[in-house]
Structures are given as structure tokens and as C-alpha cells.
């Protein structure tokens, strides 16, 4: 790669501010080595970094956000807040205060990067995206930031998976959880938030109405909204709950799902 070309190379990419400005200065001081052999060498150094650390930074953005968003971020140097309509579950386990008292901690740290490892691949294989764990909570959303259809229909398929890994893992472990989860169907504003640690997040009242159909939801079962039942309805077996009453909420109509229709 000729000098020039290299200049608008590096010039297009829109990597850190401070890298890109620090290899544009060793570019112009390549430019007045007389020695056309070193001058060629070190080129040659400069480009293999510089591919080194694009690649570094494509790895470590891809581990920390969803593929479509660190895409984003690398070509537009940015993720521009937007609207998504999509399905937020939310899941936790039943007495896991009561639980952790009973468990040393560091096994109960190996146990959960056991079954988050797995719902981190079932979530990925049902078409979701996981947003975050706080402590025994696990939040996902499905349909953003990759906008698809039936997306409710996704959501629901996922967590009966996850109710599977939990009868699953119980069947050996010497300390047994029980799963709840919660979901339900909205609008959601989606962001990157943080500059030295970026996270993809969703924000909304419909974030809240789903984290309160999981706590209202009761062990090993599923409670999804009246309009997750809605866009779903097809597709599986409910059994209906009337009205539940919700936490700093009105009123809302829940179903239990029961299992996807044969």
C-alpha cells in the first residue's frame, strides 16, 4: 500500500480519535526518511499494527455489544438512540436470597456462569439478545436491535428452553433453582450507554411492565402479558390468569404458558 493511499486509509477509519491521530503522525514521519529500504520496512510495521489493532478492537466491541450495533459504532463512530417495538423477557429464581445464604460463594458464582453460559447460547439460538444480568436477574429482548417479525413468538420459544436448561441442571445439582419468568410485548427506546465500558440497553415503561410480570410470575412457569398473548396466541397452549394486580401499576390480564401447540 503506497504513502498516500495509506494517509486516506487511515483517515477513513473511524477507530479512537487519539490512535488514528497518533498513526497519522507516524505516517508523516516515515514520509521524510531518506532510506527508501527502512522507509519501506517500516511502513510494512506500521500497517501490520495498525490491521493488528483494528482487528483487537472489532473483538472486543463484538464481546461487549450486540454484532449489528458494534458495526455501527466502528463505521458511524456512534449508535444513535431509536425506537423498537419487541419483546422483553425477564428472568430471576425463586428464593435465591434465601439460596445463596446456604451455598459458599464462590460456587455459587461457578454455578451461575454455568447456567448464564447457557442461556447466553439458547437466547442466541431463539433469535434474542441478552442485555444484562444483575446479580440473579436476567434481562433479553427479542427484535431489536435486529428488527424482525414474531418476535413474541421467539421469546416465548426461548424461555421454555431456558425452563428445560433449569430441570435440566437441577437433575445433578446438589442445589437446585427454580426459574420465573416474565415477559411481555412493547415499545422500548435502545441506546449504548457508558464510554469506557459501552452496554447496549432498552429503556421504557413496557422495560418495567416486563420485569413486573416476572415477579408476579410463580416457579418454573412462564406469565407473559395480554399483548405478548396477542401476537402469540397461535402458536401455543395458554392457560389464563384474569386479571393480576401489578406492583405501582394498574391492573393487567396474564396467561401462563403452557407449551407450544402440536
Known amino acids: 500500500m503506497k504513502k498516500n493511499s495509506l494517509f486516506e486509509w487511515v483517515k477513513a477509519h473511524p477507530e479512537d480519535p487519539a490512535t488514528k491521530a497518533l498513526l497519522l503522525r507516524q505516517l508523516e514521519s516515515l514520509a521524510t526518511i531518506d532510506d527508501d529500504k527502512l ?8 500497517i501490520q499494527n495498525y490491521v493488528a489493532l483494528e482487528k483487537r478492537v472489532d473483538s472486543l466491541l463484538k464481546n461487549t455489544l450486540p454484532a449489528t450495533v458494534a458495526e455501527e459504532i466502528k463505521f458511524e463512530d456512534r449508535f444513535l438512540p431509536r425506537t423498537y417495538q419487541c419483546t422483553i423477557m425477564f428472568t430471576d429464581f425463586v428464593e435465591f436470597t434465601s439460596l445463596a445464604e446456604t451455598i459458599p460463594l464462590n460456587t455459587l458464582v461457578e454455578m451461575l456462569n454455568l447456567i448464564y453460559t447457557e442461556f447466553d447460547n439458547q437466547i442466541n439460538c431463539f433469535k434474542g439478545t441478552k442485555i444484562k444480568t444483575i446479580g440473579d436477574a436476567y434481562m433479553a429482548v427479542f427484535g431489536a436491535p ?7 413468538v421467539w421469546a416465548i420459544r426461548a424461555s421454555l428452553d431456558l425452563v428445560r436448561v433449569m430441570e435440566h441442571f437441577n437433575l445433578t445439582a446438589e442445589h437446585p433453582f427454580n426459574i420465573r419468568i416474565g415477559i411481555h410485548t412493547g415499545q422500548v427506546m435502545a441506546g449504548v450507554v457508558g464510554k469506557e465500558r459501552m452496554q447496549f440497553d432498552v429503556f421504557g415503561d413496557d422495560v418495567n411492565i416486563a420485569a413486573r410480570f416476572e415477579s408476579s410470575s410463580a416457579e418454573n412457569r412462564i406469565n407473559i402479558s395480554e399483548k405478548t398473548y396477542s401476537l402469540s396466541k397461535d402458536y401455543f397452549d395458554f392457560e389464563e390468569r384474569g386479571s393480576i394486580q401489578l406492583k405501582n401499576k394498574a391492573d393487567m390480564r396474564a396467561y401462563y404458558v403452557l407449551g407450544e401447540k402440536h
Open 39 to 46: 522507509q519501506k520496512r517500516l511502513l510494512k510495521e506500521l
Open 146 to 152: 435486529i428488527e424482525y417479525d414474531e418476535h413474541p
